[in-house]
């Protein structure tokens, strides 16, 4: 976990993953980098959150593996899951609803995204995620969940960087420069205190 800048009341804080996605972005914003995965991502935000203060927003500025053939482009996600949690199974055992879709009211009708701590790179998994999901990362849910529990309002916004199949690996590591371009574009025209 990394945070760097100040996080004041009157500006949004931007998320990312990795350094890698990050390396174009205007810092004038503060901005915190989590680490990859769904644990990293909800605990460093948790924590930066509870420290406070709290930001204006929070915006998830990330990569993402496309599960739908010509998915391309940069994408403000609409619904996200959690692909990784077998939340029907809790429920039966339990009665308590785990890892229910969360929506995003600042985005309806945007596509939606699984996450989960699986990389995915097979044909197998893809399909199988593709009849819940245009979108997969793995930091999203985790994001919008410490964000909602902390009363603060979130924007996924996601990158395509690869097709979450055979080769997916290898397609992150040479677009990943690409995205992070494409990324801080998206925030230079999207996001307030940021010229």
């Known amino acids: 976990m990394e945070l760097m800048g100040q996080i004041t009341a009157d500006r949004p804080l ?22 990859m995965g769904k ?20 915006v998830n500025l990330g990569t ?10 940069t994408h403000l996600v609409g619904t996200v899951i ?19 879709p969360l929506t995003l009211p600042d985005a309806a009708g945007g596509p939606t995204l699984a996450t989960g701590d699986a990389f995915i790179s097979d044909e197998a998994a893809r399909a199988r995620l ?4 245009a979108l997969v990362d793995m930091e999203g849910y985790a994001l919008a969940t410490a ?12 990158h395509v960087s690869d097709e979450a199949g ?15 371009r494409s990324l801080a574009d998206w925030a230079a025209r999207h996001i307030p205190h940021h010229s």
């Open 14 to 35: 931007l998320v990312l993953a990795v350094k890698e996605e990050a390396q174009y972005l205007d810092t004038r914003l503060p901005v915190l980098l989590t680490g």
């Open 39 to 58: 644990v990293n991502a909800a605990t460093a935000l948790a924590t930066v959150l509870g420290r406070g203060p709290l930001p204006s927003g929070i």
């Open 64 to 73: 993402a593996g496309a599960l739908r053939p010509g998915l391309s482009g």
């Open 82 to 100: 959690q692909h990784d949690l077998d939340g029907e199974l809790l429920a039966t055992l339990t009665g308590e609803l785990y890892g229910a």
């Open 130 to 133: 593709a009849e819940r999901a």
């Open 147 to 158: 964000a909602h529990r902390a009363g603060v309002p979130i924007r996924l916004v996601k």
């Open 166 to 180: 055979e080769g997916a690996a290898r397609s992150w590591r040479e677009s990943v420069a690409d995205c992070a």
